[in-house]
């Protein structure tokens, strides 16, 4: 993005202008938290309840409440990958992807579609529970353009989730560079709206291989400057952090399928905390979650969410 676009994203967020037309899906009700808890072990930390997390949003302190994980509730899973723009060379890491899918879709209930993109995204697979034919869409899965409308794919994304079950967990694996090359019906602030605005946690898995940036946090700005900052640094890294999903980098095909089993257990894994908002201000929504015990860690939680002007309509956050 470019800096004019940038000084303009910092002056919509100052004057509250920004995206008064997108709807949280909780309505101004409880906002869902999603949140991993490891030990400095390594292990997932088990045990814990509401009263071992402290929410802070906006800075102020919230009441917390924690959702019961047993039974667990069915996964509506959507696949969006990249095709375009030099993914062709990567194609071949993911081969086995559809093999992968009976460690995720562990529920009779659970089930998965497919978006893929170039230029252009595409519902490649409508929502389906059979694993079989999942993985027979993938294994037809071709490279395409030179370009990765990463924007639209997470959009489109986003869209199709609305027709799941309300009751259902809702998770993107995002399988891509860490860029957008060529999006036309969305932009990093109607995205970071349209994003933040679902209860959608996105798990993304990039071809870039090597170390993550180190940015320090930009404090002196708002907490959406500085979540449209992240979009600019790494996008993918960015949604993952935002939604309490979880950002990782692979290499090889080992690699691939190593961080696919990590996605699925953590996805299975996670504490849902809810809260009422005290403050319920329209708006981007900072949020900081912390756990009260030194000998654990919070491994990912959700970094803000999106509440919408009382009568705001849905319109998805994209450009009209």
Not at 15 to 34: K, M, N
Not at 198 to 205: I, K, R
Not at 207 to 219: A, P, Y
Not at 223 to 244: C, D, I, K, W, Y
Request: aromatic share 6%.
């Amino acid at each position: 993005m470019s800096k004019g676009r940038g000084i303009i994203l910092l002056i919509c967020t100052t004057l509250g202008i920004c995206g008064q037309r997108v709807a949280l899906a909780q309505g101004a009700g409880a906002v869902s938290v999603p949140v991993l808890v490891e030990s400095k072990s390594g292990d997932i930390a088990y045990g814990l309840s509401a009263n071992d997390f402290q929410i802070k949003d906006n800075g102020i302190g919230q009441r917390v409440e924690m959702q019961k994980s047993t039974p667990a509730r069915p996964l509506s899973l959507i696949l969006v990958i990249q095709t375009g723009h030099g993914a062709a060379s990567q194609l071949e890491k993911i081969a086995h992807l559809g093999a992968l899918l009976d460690s995720v879709l562990t529920n009779a209930q659970d089930q998965a579609a497919v978006i893929t993109f170039d230029s252009r995204p595409q519902l490649f697979q409508d929502f389906a529970g059979d694993s079989d034919e999942i993985s027979n869409t993938l294994a037809s899965i071709v490279a395409g353009n030179s370009g990765a409308a990463l924007f639209d794919a997470i959009h489109m994304a986003i869209i199709s989730l609305r027709k799941a079950p309300s009751e259902n967990r809702k998770v993107v694996v995002l399988i891509s560079g860490e860029h957008d090359h060529g999006s036309y019906a969305s932009d990093d602030a109607s995205l970071i709206r349209d994003v933040t605005a679902s209860d959608a946690s996105v798990y993304s898995l990039s071809f870039r291989t090597g170390r993550k940036d180190i940015v320090g946090k930009l404090r002196s700005l708002s907490p959406f400057a500085v979540s449209a900052n992240a979009m600019q640094r790494n996008s993918s890294e960015a949604l993952a952090q935002m939604t309490g999903g979880e950002f990782f980098r692979f290499d090889s095909e080992k690699g691939f399928e190593d961080r696919i089993l990590e996605v699925a257990n953590h996805i299975n894994n996670r504490y849902i905390l809810t809260f009422h908002p005290s403050n319920p201000e329209p708006g981007f929504h900072g949020l900081e979650v912390e756990v009260d015990y030194s000998k654990i860690a919070i491994l990912s939680a959700r970094t803000g969410y999106w509440l919408a002007a009382p009568g705001a309509t849905d319109s998805g956050g994209a450009r009209q």
